[in-house]
């Protein structure tokens, strides 16, 4: 998804946008509307211990996730604004590493409006920012980490610790057998970090690795009405999801559609999956 500020977010001209729903069917309503009737921050605990997890992502019609390597140009005001909306209703915000960097990750609720909201659905102004990084490759360059407001909890496998920086900084350290331990991850921001509700904002390598892991119970995918070709090329993720292929494959139930000019975004609930191995719920493709 894109990392859009939220005044970028906002219909041009400052009228209120508003989508049309498909399924189930209503009359059209505003973002905020939307993300209201959702609820997301009062989902129910899965098995296991671990949050809620719901991905985020955005895809060309023809499949691609980005181009240039980034999200904005296949993006559109309602994606955007969605984007931010789904943000103010949960606990954290869950991102890989190479994502930050790319699309330059700052303050995840810069809107004043926005931080009300939050307080008023008995959330925390912030939602707490939770990068996945094997490396630690995060540079003192990236806006997030130079946010005096920003709360971020680095999830890694390693026992290095990034420069002190702005941003208030805490470490998941889930290991096993030298790889990050995704579901032992979840787990610990679930006790440690009292993440009920969390929001991933991809990449595809993440994306992928959270559903091979049996860890993800919802998808929000916007879908642009863009064309962008190419071919699959070495260290650019086509696809929202990247890496092995998922076997068997994750099976979706069709729980809601929206639409704005010729966005259509869909929402999916995500199949439980019968058997993960212990190979997939270890993450060697997150060192980044």
Known sequence: MNAQTDADARPAGGGELRLGRLLPGGD????????????????????GGRPHVMLNMISTADGRASMAGRSGPISGSADRELFHGLRTAVDAVLVGAGTVRTERYGRLISDRSHRDLRRRRGLSEEPLACIVSGRLALGEDIPLLGEPAA??????????????????????????????????????????????????????????????????????????????????????????????????????????????????????????????????????????
Not at 31 to 42: K, R, Y
């Open 28 to 47: 059209p309503a505003t973002i905020p509307e939307i993300v209201e009737q959702l609820g997301l921050w009062d989902r129910t605990d899965p098995p």
């Open 151 to 288: 709360r971020v909890v680095i999830l890694t496998s390693s026992q290095n610790s990034l420069p002190a920086s702005a941003a208030h900084i805490d470490y998941v350290r889930a290991e096993r057998s030298g790889l990050f331990d995704l579901p032992a991850g979840l787990a610990e921001l679930r006790q440690r970090f009292a993440v009920r509700s969390l929001l991933c904002e991809g990449g595809p390598h993440l994306s992928c690795q959270l559903l091979a892991a049996g860890l993800v119970d919802e998808l929000f995918l916007s879908v642009s009405p863009k064309l962008a070709g190419g071919t699959q090329s070495a260290g650019e993720a086509l696809r929202i999801l990247a890496g092995g292929e998922l076997e068997p494959p994750v099976d979706l139930e069709l729980l809601g559609v929206m639409q704005s000019d010729s966005y259509v975004f869909l929402r999916y609930g995500v199949c439980a999956r019968e058997r993960v191995s212990r190979e997939t719920m270890l993450s060697s493709s997150l060192a980044s």
